[in-house]
């Protein structure tokens, strides 16, 4: 499916994301498990708020990292997450 | 203890909480240990689980399981969910369902529950109701309607064995029916109850056979809209289970009566003296404690793990399952084919592949799980009145 889409992005209802500072990283919490998120992918996933469409987070990882071309990056990650059903849109 | 001490070790993520171990239910396959019940008088207060799981998050724990037993029959399960939820814990209730009314559902809600995995028996009342020895399959087809209009995602657990794998489509038909999300269809393991009961219990090969056929038909007809996994006994692998991932390095299992182990099951095993969260705390228990670095890493494993280039990927299998059936938990689990004990595991597997045992091969009644058999069941205590 194509990520450049106006629709928000949201983390599945089974999903939380939060900061753990043991690990030092975000970790992807749901049943049964969890999964530590790399530096980018923590970046990523805490801008999934319901709201944001996948321009709008290129949009502001663009602004926070400037000079840097990110999109194919993001969107190849957010294709990933969308995939392993760890974020819908409505 | 300083954080940096320890920055390199395994640190807990998982947290059990086994808040009782009185349970409405008498499954044949319960994993809870033969005497459950010395463990009645025992159990820890609100404020001495909060404490401990207080601890725990300390550590970096983050998944925290609320069992037992029947953790509903805990009136204070509600307080205990708030808690541990404003820690940040992702908090799963593990239930039968008995006791589960509109009114805690809604509760469970509010305080921050995730998650709710519901067991169920069998799909036909008949041998639910027979193989808890209760009167509950209605009420749970109650309970899986509450856990959907409180918008939780319906995960069935379903215990299978020899006595109700051959209805897999059934289930599979009753689980697409209560929308469920996930299923698990576990095979039971041979542990405590259900290793007393283990002739009754493992499913012949054809019997396993024709249960994943029929399981990857639901599979590809429902794709994602019902996830399906299927746990075949580790008896019928030639490799043991990377049990609980290695001992004590992801998993904290905490006893009604706050004994700390490394697994469901560890209590059983002799020499280990395991530490009680009521003497010491978690991180103590953790790094510190004989029994939690027993059999941590791989310095205590003989031949043949010892130099099995598989080790790191298996941890050589199950401390509890070598103690049971080879009287030594520092073996290799018999699982393994290089095992030299595997002949326990061959011979189990070949009489289960016969329809009907003889008188003299099993044991005569099934064992309910009860309170009056946990009690026959039970290293005999000195009694306090005669000291």
């Known amino acids: ?90 | 203890m300083t954080d940096s001490t320890h920055s390199a070790q395994p640190r807990p993520l998982w947290v059990n909480a086994e808040i009782t171990y009185r349970c409405p239910l008498h499954c044949v396959f319960c994993y809870n240990p033969l005497n459950y019940a010395s463990t009645f008088d025992k159990e820890l207060s609100t404020e001495e689980w909060v404490r401990v799981l207080r601890e725990a998050r300390e550590l970096g724990a983050v998944q925290l399981g609320l069992s037992g037993g029947e953790p509903l029959l805990r009136d204070d399960l509600e307080e205990i969910i708030a808690e541990a939820s404003k820690m940040g814990y992702y908090t799963n209730l593990l239930t039968s369902g008995i006791g589960l009314t509109e009114k805690r559902i809604a509760a469970f809600k509010t305080n921050g529950l995730d998650q709710i995995q519901l067991s169920f028996q069998d799909s036909s009342k008949e041998l639910n109701d027979f193989l808890s020895s209760t009167k509950t399959f209605d009420l749970k087809l109650k309970v899986a309607k509450l856990i959907k209009q409180y918008d939780y995602p319906m995960v069935l657990n379903v215990v299978l064995h020899r006595l109700n794998i051959d209805h897999i489509e059934q289930i599979l038909q009753m689980a697409e029916s209560m929308q469920a999300d996930h299923v698990e269809l576990a095979n039971s393991q041979y542990y405590a109850w259900a290793f007393k009961n283990r002739e009754y219990l493992m499913p012949s090969r054809e019997q396993l056979e024709r249960a994943e056929i029929i399981c990857n038909q639901f599979r590809e007809r429902l794709g994602n809209k019902m996830k399906l996994y299927f746990v075949v006994p580790d008896y019928y692998s030639d490799r043991p289970k990377a049990c609980m991932n290695g001992w004590g390095s992801v998993f904290l299992n905490i006893a009604p009566d706050g004994m700390a182990l490394p697994c469901h099951e560890a209590r059983m095993l002799p020499g280990l003296e395991f530490p009680n969260v009521r003497d010491h705390d978690v991180r103590s228990i953790w790094f510190d404690s004989h029994a939690f670095n027993a059999y941590r890493g791989n310095s205590w494993m003989p031949e043949p793990c010892r130099s099995c280039d598989e080790k790191e990927k298996d941890f050589g299998g199950c401390r509890c399952q070598a103690f049971m059936l080879t009287g030594d938990a520092a073996n290799t689990d018999p699982v393994c084919s290089k095992s030299p004990h595997h002949t326990l595991i061959t011979d189990q597997v070949a009489l289960a592949q016969r329809l009907n045992l003889r008188e003299d091969e099993v044991k005569p009644l099934i064992v309910f799980r009860d309170d009056k058999n946990s009690r026959l069941l039970s290293p005999q205590q000195p009694s306090p009145g005669i000291v």
Request: hydrophobic share 40%.
């Open chain 1, 1 to 90: 499916m194509s990520m450049v889409h106006p629709q928000p992005l949201r983390l599945a209802r089974q999903y939380k994301l939060q900061w753990e500072t043991t690990q030092n990283a975000y970790v992807l919490l749901y049943p049964e498990g969890l999964i530590k998120l790399t530096g980018s992918a923590g970046e990523i996933l805490k801008r999934i708020d319901g709201k944001s469409s996948a321009s709008d987070i290129i949009n502001a990882l663009e602004a926070s990292y400037p000079g840097v071309d990110l999109k194919q990056d993001v969107i190849d990650f957010l294709e990933h997450a969308y995939n392993k059903g760890w974020i819908t849109r409505d």
